[in-house]
């Protein structure tokens, strides 16, 4: 311990070390060669340390014993060219460099290469020994995205500034995360004949202000932002018009739908008022009746046939009544659950005024022209069949569409403001069906 103690504190001398202390090191490392691989303050490898004050000779000897050592940081992530770069010792600069050019690039903790540490010195002379290595790290940007640059503006190194905007690599208008150019650093500093120096070079050069830069930039917002406007008012032009045509059309079906339903109550009106006149018509025939209830003018062919199309008509008006009133729809489920009933009633109204009517053809025509009630009873029942068996396929086919669609909608669920008007009609459609 006291021997590594001693080795690091003779790296480590402030004064002159003379003539002798690369062979004193020479010594140490002979006796015991493990002291290459030991560590001083703030982690600090021997390399290191010789690097910071600038031992050359020392440096020399223990990249010569081990070449392992150039790859050696201190606890911030500088290595022996940091530091000694910072210092601007530029023969130790030149033998590290000689051993490893791509040390120039490894960078701290901070993200800062050895340039950067260069151009907060005095010396030029490492500055080009730096670039003359790599010279693509002078737009290499540390953390902060500060380049060399941006370094060597803020520390007035005016004869460095100059140095490094020589360089074709160099951009003189790069940002800092802080979105600061070199010049806006520059105009930012003291009054002096350096920081004067300095922003004339950085003008002749082309610099500019970070806002000049950002000018076009700003515009270019500006646009995007105008048209993400325009879009959204455009959108929402087009979302009032769907909902302005979306209310048209459901006034429009309401006034298609109240128009059937007047046009159905008309005829639904019709069609009774010919089934009652033609029912009455078989209690008052036409030359009246004998006391048994037969008519008087049962023989004649006018009666035969005023008997036939009276009953025709008779069923006819029925069938349509029994289709209109089939045809009726509800908007609530209260209303539709009435109508339910109300069609049934009225179903069973007609069948049994047809029954009625049958029953008494049988009395006006006697015996003798049974045919004609026959004949009038087959007529009748195959009308009033027809129409009840056609209405009741039609209402059994439109609950099982009905339920069908219903499964299905909730699977898939609506896909459009098209495709929800287009099945709200078509279900409007099949309510109309009501049993």
Request: charged letters at 20%; hydrophobic letters at 45%; aromatic letters at 6%.
């Given at each position: 311990?006291?021997?590594?103690?001693?080795?690091?504190?003779?790296?480590?001398w402030?004064?002159?070390?003379g003539?002798?202390?690369?062979d004193?090191?020479?010594?140490?490392?002979?006796?015991?060669p493990s002291?290459?691989?030991?560590?001083?303050?703030?982690?600090?490898t021997?390399?290191?340390?010789?690097?910071?004050?600038g031992?050359?000779?020392?440096v020399d000897e223990?990249?010569?014993?081990?070449?392992?050592l150039?790859?050696?940081?201190r606890?911030n992530g500088?290595?022996?060219?940091?530091?000694?770069?910072?210092?601007?010792?530029?023969?130790?600069?030149?033998?590290?460099?000689?051993?490893?050019?791509?040390?120039?690039?490894?960078?701290?903790?901070?993200?800062?290469?050895?340039?950067?540490m260069?151009?907060?010195?005095?010396s030029?002379?490492?500055?080009?020994l730096l670039l003359?290595?790599?010279a693509?790290?002078?737009?290499l940007?540390?953390k902060?995205?500060?380049?060399a640059?941006?370094?060597?503006?803020?520390?007035?190194?005016?004869?460095?500034?100059?140095?490094?905007?020589?360089?074709?690599?160099?951009?003189?208008n790069a940002l800092?995360?802080?979105?600061?150019?070199?010049?806006d650093?520059?105009?930012?500093?003291?009054?002096s004949?350096?920081s004067?120096?300095?922003k004339s070079?950085?003008s002749?050069?082309?610099a500019?202000?970070?806002?000049?830069?950002?000018?076009?930039?700003?515009?270019?917002?500006q646009?995007?932002t105008?048209?993400?406007?325009?879009v959204?008012?455009?959108?929402?032009?087009?979302?009032?018009?769907?909902?302005?045509?979306?209310?048209?059309?459901?006034?429009?079906r309401?006034?298609?739908?109240?128009?059937i339903?007047?046009?159905?109550n008309?005829?639904?009106?019709?069609?009774?008022?010919?089934?009652?006149?033609a029912?009455?018509?078989?209690?008052?025939v036409?030359?009246?009746d004998?006391?048994?209830?037969?008519?008087?003018?049962v023989?004649?062919?006018?009666f035969k046939?005023?008997?036939i199309?009276?009953?025709?008509?008779?069923?006819t008006?029925?069938?349509?009544?029994?289709?209109?009133?089939?045809?009726?729809?509800?908007?609530?489920?209260?209303e539709?659950?009435?109508?339910?009933?109300?069609?049934?009633?009225?179903?069973?109204?007609?069948v049994?005024t047809?029954?009625?009517?049958?029953?008494?053809?049988?009395?006006?025509?006697g015996?003798?022209?049974?045919?004609?009630?026959?004949?009038v009873?087959?007529?009748?029942?195959?009308i009033?069949?027809?129409?009840?068996?056609?209405?009741?396929?039609?209402?059994v086919?439109?609950?099982?569409?009905?339920?069908k669609?219903?499964?299905?909608?909730?699977r898939?669920?609506?896909n459009s403001l098209?495709?929800?008007?287009?099945?709200?009609?078509?279900?409007?459609?099949?309510?109309?069906y009501?049993?």
């Open positions: 311990m006291v021997m590594i103690f001693s080795f690091h504190f003779i790296l480590v402030k004064g002159d070390p003539p002798f202390l690369a004193i090191v020479q010594v140490l490392l002979d006796h015991d002291l290459c691989q030991t560590f001083g303050p703030s982690n600090a021997p390399l290191i340390s010789a690097a910071t004050k031992h050359t000779a020392v223990l990249l010569l014993r081990d070449g392992g150039l790859e050696g940081t606890s500088k290595n022996a060219l940091h530091l000694a770069a910072r210092q601007g010792h530029i023969d130790v600069v030149k033998a590290l460099l000689s051993k490893d050019a791509q040390l120039a690039r490894r960078t701290d903790k901070k993200g800062q290469t050895a340039l950067h260069a151009v907060k010195g005095q030029c002379e490492v500055v080009k003359d290595a790599d693509a790290i002078v737009m940007p540390d902060f995205g500060n380049t640059l941006h370094v060597a503006t803020r520390k007035k190194r005016a004869e460095i500034v100059h140095e490094l905007l020589s360089l074709p690599d160099t951009n003189v800092t995360r802080d979105h600061k150019t070199a010049l650093l520059a105009e930012g500093l003291p009054l004949a350096e004067t120096e300095i070079c950085l002749r050069c082309g500019l202000r970070a806002n000049e830069l950002n000018q076009p930039r700003d515009e270019l917002r646009t995007v105008q048209i993400k406007k325009d959204h008012t455009q959108l929402e032009q087009t979302k009032r018009t769907n909902k302005n045509v979306h209310n048209i059309s459901k006034e429009l309401k006034l298609h739908r109240e128009g339903n007047n046009a159905t008309s005829v639904t009106v019709v069609a009774v008022l010919f089934a009652t006149v029912f009455a018509a078989i209690f008052t036409p030359g009246g004998q006391d048994s209830g037969v008519a008087v003018v023989k004649s062919s006018s046939i005023f008997f199309f009276n009953a025709i008509a008779l069923f008006s029925l069938a349509v009544v029994v289709v209109q009133i089939t045809l009726v729809r509800g908007e609530t489920k209260a539709k659950q009435v109508v339910e009933v109300i069609n049934k009633l009225m179903w069973l109204a007609s049994c047809s029954v009625a009517f049958m029953a008494s053809s049988y009395i006006v025509v015996r003798k022209h049974k045919w004609a009630a026959i004949l009873t087959v007529v009748g029942g195959l009033m069949a027809g129409v009840l068996g056609t209405m009741t396929y039609y209402v086919r439109s609950k099982r569409t009905r339920r669609r219903g499964k299905n909608s909730r898939s669920g609506s098209l495709h929800s008007d287009f099945t709200n009609s078509e279900v409007e459609v099949d309510r109309i009501a049993l």
